[in-house]
């Protein structure tokens, strides 16, 4: 398959790879360069690729943005201007409508770990590779997929129960999420994430679909929105690990099989420290008198995925991968019990 776009900048990759290490991946990840993730990736995994495969694979990871846009990756990584990319699936939904579908399926699973286990045991890492085929050709392996965090929802105004969220003005990307939020009876709105603070504090809106409880923190969102929702009651999403198809065919099998455990030890590992830290903020807090933390019943819970499930399914009509993609999910979360059969 032939990317003209690129090409160019492939052939100044392919003159220049004999005066690097050819067992060095570069990555594009969807991470900013200062993100919490990026760090304690690169200081804590990185590592230990090199470590596990005796040297024979190393792994650089770029931010965001820094060689092509995040929602090109994958005809980058097709082209082999990109060795792979680390990047969440949203930003595809554009190119097949199954990305939407795979990439978060809002107010879905309760934890990352469930959906860390559909796309390693579930099959959601086989639709990843349909949908990837699709735009690519064949020219981009899937590794791995899953989240790694439950984002918190920041709110100005109490939203204690999924009544409470009639009328209600939200910043949500558009698309699925705004769907659902709609038909819940909320008012979604769509502002860029840069102007969060600003229409939370004016009161623009009463909540934000913003990121997870730790960067919320970091960016100050609590002291406009001192009513957060946590753990989350939506957005969790979901990232691809890819490497471009010849790099992963010359592989041996043994370091492939490493490296998609690897990444999915990885993705394991941070889930956990996100969790931890989120909770020790949101703990704090909850223990202030001026920010009250709100963890919504399970049965509100439950009402949202109901009423999500009916966008899910109006969504997955785009396409006869997203409606494949949906049923995999579903299979998925009746096994586990989200669903009765």
Request: proline share 4%.
């Amino acid at each position: 398959m032939k990317f003209t776009k690129y090409a160019l900048l492939a052939a100044s990759v392919s003159l220049t790879a004999g005066l690097t290490n050819a067992e060095t991946l570069t990555i594009q990840t969807s991470f900013n360069a200062g993100d919490f993730s990026t760090q304690y990736l690169t200081e804590n995994w990185l590592p230990k690729i090199s470590e596990l495969t005796d040297g024979r694979i190393e792994i650089i990871f770029t931010p965001n943005g820094s060689v092509v846009p995040a929602r090109e990756t994958p005809e980058a990584v097709a082209a082999g201007v990109l060795d792979g990319d680390f990047t969440a699936v949203s930003y595809f939904s554009g190119l097949e409508p199954a990305f939407a579908i795979l990439g978060d399926l809002i107010s879905g699973y309760d934890t990352p770990q469930q959906m860390l286990g559909f796309c390693r045991d579930g099959g959601g890492e086989a639709i990843m590779q349909k949908a990837a085929d699709e735009i690519t050709g064949g020219e981009v392996h899937v590794v791995a997929c899953g989240p790694y965090s439950r984002e918190a929802l920041a709110a100005a105004t109490p939203i204690r129960t999924f009544e409470d969220l009639q009328g209600i003005k939200i910043r949500t990307p558009e698309g699925l999420a705004a769907a659902v939020f709609q038909a819940a009876g909320a008012s979604p709105v769509s502002i860029p994430f840069s102007e969060v603070f600003g229409a939370l504090e004016k009161g623009i809106v009463d909540a934000a679909d913003a990121s997870a409880y730790v960067n919320n923190d970091r960016v100050g969102l609590q002291d406009v929105a001192p009513y957060p929702l946590y753990p989350g009651i939506h957005s969790m999403p979901s990232m691809q690990f890819t490497i471009n198809t010849e790099k992963w065919n010359a592989m041996s099998s043994e370091d492939q099989v490493t490296l998609r455990t690897w990444w999915y030890d990885a993705m394991t590992a941070m889930t956990e420290e996100v969790a931890m830290l989120d909770e020790e903020l949101a703990a704090r807090d909850d223990a202030t008198d001026d920010i009250e933390v709100i963890n919504w019943a399970q049965e509100d819970r439950d009402k949202l995925r109901v009423v999500a499930r009916g966008q899910w399914e109006e969504f997955a009509q785009k396409s006869d991968l997203a409606q494949e993609a949906l049923d995999a999910h579903l299979a998925y979360m009746t096994e586990i019990g989200l669903f009765s059969e």
